[in-house]
């Protein structure tokens, strides 16, 4: 009898625990929160699990982490911020942070490893066509579906900007790095950046153009050591310099038997003579 007291009563414990975290999931779906939030992963925001952990001895927090989702916040888990949600109402932010922060204290490390390996999992199935079709449709070579503009339009100039040309390897291949797939993936679906939120406004990536994406910045990352971009260094300036001499030799003989005078010169001095 005491044992199945204590069971329904562990139930019961367990069920306000996470009906709790579960409605806020809900109301969390309908926002744009699980594009770059889950539960106990890192995506392009830290965990919820991580996120209550956190907090979890801060008697603020609430009505902090409540003004971080309307206003937008950074600085406090990395250097990637989050958007502002001017359209959702105290009440639903309320309840939505208080749903993760119920999560406090229950750290799931097994699932955490799972998720992990199964995002692994589905980029190693990436064709080399899938990566081919992601380079053609960053470089604009292939127009997105909803004809979104393609990726080089900016960060490529970005790059010129830096060291003409060439760069733009090396910068993929940090952004994979630091983001990994789960990172990347989730910057596709939902940008956090004003001005590629702007860009992609009602012109989403698909889910199919987002996986080759991915798989092009992946395949870039793993073969870096031979993507080196080229460096012409000193070789271009001398080149420079050759083709310069090149032409000058190139004008002197073709001047070598230009007229000297002007061309009236010669019927000149012809009527002067018969004169
Ligand atoms: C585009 C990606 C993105 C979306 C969409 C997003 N977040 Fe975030 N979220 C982040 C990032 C990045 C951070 C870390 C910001 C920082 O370092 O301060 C963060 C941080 C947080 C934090 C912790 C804030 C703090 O001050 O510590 C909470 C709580 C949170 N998000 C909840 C939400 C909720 C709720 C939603 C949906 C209404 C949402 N997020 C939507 C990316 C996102
Ligand atoms: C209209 C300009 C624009 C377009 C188009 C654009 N981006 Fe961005 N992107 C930005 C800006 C601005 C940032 C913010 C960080 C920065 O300044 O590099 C950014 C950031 C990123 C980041 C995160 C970089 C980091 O180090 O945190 C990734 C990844 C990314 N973009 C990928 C893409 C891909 C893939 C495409 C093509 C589908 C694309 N972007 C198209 C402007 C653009």
Partial sequence: MKIIVFFI?????????????????KLMGKSDCLSCHAKAQNIVGPSFQDIANKYQKDSAALSHLAQSVKKGGSGHWGDLPMPPHPTLSEDEIKQMVSGLLSLAGQEEPEK???EKKSSI?????????????????FQGKIRFAHEGPSCIACHHV????????????????????????PGVRAILGAPPFPVMQTAYK????TKEEIFALVAFLNDADQKKLYQRPKDYGMGLFLSGILGAILLMLVYT???????????????????????
């Avoid at 900007?161 to 983001?179: E, H, M, N, P, Y």
């Avoid at 009602?202 to 990536?205: E, F, G, V």
């Fill in 158 to 181: 970005k790059n010129d900007a830096i060291i003409g040309g060439g760069i733009l390897a090396k910068d993929l291949t940090s952004v994979f790095s630091r983001l990994g797939e």
């Fill in 121 to 137: 999992l589905e980029l190693q199935n990436a064709t080399s066509e899938d990566i081919g079709r992601g380079q053609n449709l």
């Fill in 202 to 205: 009602d012109k989403a990536l």
């Fill in 253 to 275: 003989l073709f001047g070598a038997r230009r007229k000297k005078y002007s061309v009236n010169q010669a019927i000149y001095d012809r009527q002067m003579k018969s004169q």
């Fill in 9 to 25: 009563g562990f139930s019961f414990l367990g069920n306000f625990v996470f009906a709790n975290f579960e409605n806020a999931q």
């Fill in 112 to 114: 955490r490893v799972e």
